[in-house]
């Protein structure tokens, strides 16, 4: 496939913005159903989210090795046998009989959406001509989060009227619709690249990552820590320790790392990758407290909140192209350092809220939250993807899918931990557990989250804004 195209290919591009939409929806439709899976399943809340917790260990320890994998071999075939996975395990999650049976399919359904996200990025960004980055990952930032924002109702609805069972079978016409792009797209000529020997495939390094990032993502997750227990997540955490050594050691003399860790000395590449992380982590916090604040310290219902929350989606979906656009004429350090600030002021709004504040205060941090994320996601994405050399661009991709994942779940943790610590010393009980009974000390408590989180804000600013550079240029690594 030709890494430069004279002129968009709107094939290619429509098939990755299917790709994020089928990802982004598959992901929230399942969270929506999971009570109603454990009753019918005749399991409990914390087996049924083993379902969920598998999913998303494939996505963080499978989409930096499959990105890697497309780099050297083609990411086109990943891409649409991604596609066949996910179909294929919608029927089978339908056909679920147990909850076990469930998990497996599900790790088989998250193998195929990290296939997915390993390519989405970088085959929308070789969809369109050289310079326009910024507005092929606008595209894909609305795919996704279009796909977040119908998951939700859509799940409740079909469950609701139909099925539990109908929420898998209902993605299987997307999936298939991705399968009949991927090979549409297919049988289009493509410009064939000059011939080259492809690089060796680092498997010592790939088992080492995938080892790394599931032990890591067992240690940042509160319900597989409370599995372990206390003794085992110690072992868990001393066996990450010397593997995380051993796995450096070994990309620093391996001919054609997994991860080459030379590709960190890119200025743009690694402070954009902080700022994602840091800003990822944050939302993380706000989206696993906020909840809790609105339904049982305001007493608002679910649906209603489910309303305010809808503010984040729909303002990224709207501001994602605009920002791409701007990303493309000035470069993404103004429009990322942009979404920043306003991320930054809906946590400033969070640390003044209180027991009876009114519902606007948090519909406008969900607001300001997706203004954040649509100014944001798009150019610091793009900055990522097109600052390394073009043959790693599919590793950049996957690094992008791998950070949100371990984000997601660094941001759960952390702010549990903030929350209980401030708790504790609000009620002055020690063993205290964070509780809106207490609706004082855990909106206090709370407050202390959001405080701590613009303090790493300030740091994801002072990041975004060194990352340099008024146009993203792809780098050449020094031989």
């Known amino acids: 496939m030709s890494a430069v195209t004279a002129r968009t290919d709107r094939l290619l591009l429509a098939n990755a913005i299917m790709g994020q939409f089928l990802t982004g929806a598959a992901t929230r439709i399942f969270i929506v159903a999971l009570p109603t899976l454990a009753v019918a399943l005749d399991t409990d809340i914390i087996s049924i989210s083993w379902a969920l917790i598998v999913y998303q260990l494939a996505g963080i320890s499978l989409s930096v090795v499959f990105g890697r994998l497309g780099d050297i071999h083609g990411r086109y075939a990943i891409y649409g046998l991604g596609f066949a996975i996910m179909t294929v395990s919608f029927v089978l999650c339908g056909l679920a009989p147990n909850a076990f049976a469930l998990i497996v399919f599900r790790l088989v359904q998250g193998l195929g959406a990290a296939m997915i996200a390993s390519a989405t990025r970088v085959l929308a960004m070789e969809a369109v001509p050289e310079g ?76 080492l990552l995938i080892a790394l990032t599931v032990m890591l993502t067992l240690l940042l997750d509160r319900r597989s820590v409370e599995t372990l227990g206390a003794e085992r997540t110690t072992a868990v955490f001393v066996v990450f320790g010397a593997t995380l050594v051993g796995f450096l050691a070994h990309e620093r003399r391996a001919v054609s790392p997994v991860v080459n860790l030379a590709l960190f000395s890119i200025r743009m590449f690694t402070f954009s990758v902080l700022s994602l992380l840091l800003i990822a982590t944050t939302i993380s916090v706000m989206s696993f407290l906020m909840p809790f604040y609105i339904q049982d310290v305001l007493g608002y219902s679910a649906s209603f909140m489910g309303l305010i929350f809808l ?60 203004v954040g994320s649509g100014f944001f996601n798009t150019p610091n994405q793009a900055a990522i ?9 599919g590793f950049a991709t ?69 990352r340099g550079g008024t146009k993203i240029e792809a780098a050449s690594l020094p031989t």
């Open 132 to 207: 326009s980055e910024g507005r092929a990952n606008g595209y894909m930032t609305m795919g996704f989060h279009s796909g977040l924002l119908i998951g939700p109702p859509l799940g409740g609805l079909v469950i609701d009227l139909l099925d539990w069972r109908w929420i898998f079978f209902l993605m299987v016409p997307m999936g298939v619709a991705g399968v009949a792009l991927t090979v549409l797209r297919a049988r289009k000529p493509r410009a064939s690249a000059p011939a080259r020997r492809a690089p060796s495939i680092d498997y010592l390094g790939a088992a």
């Open 311 to 370: 503010a984040a989606p729909v303002f990224t979906i709207g501001l994602a192209a605009v920002s791409g656009r701007l990303t493309d004429r000035i470069g993404p350090r103004i429009p990322a350092s942009i979404g920043v600030l306003a991320t930054m002021s809906a946590f400033a709004i969070g640390v003044a809220l209180r027991v009876d504040s009114h519902w606007i205060l948090p519909t406008l941090m969900m607001a300001l939250l997706g």
């Open 398 to 466: 996957g690094m992008v899918q791998t950070v949100f994942g371990i984000s997601a779940l660094l941001g759960i943790s952390l702010g549990g931990a903030l929350l209980t610590l401030a708790f504790r010393y609000y009620t002055g009980v020690a063993g205290a557990t964070p509780s809106a009974g207490e609706p004082r000390a855990f909106v206090a408590s709370m407050n202390v989250a959001y405080l701590a989180c613009l303090a790493l804000l300030v740091i994801a600013f002072l990041s975004s804004f060194l």
């Open 385 to 393: 993807i097109g600052s390394v050399p073009r043959e790693y661009r």
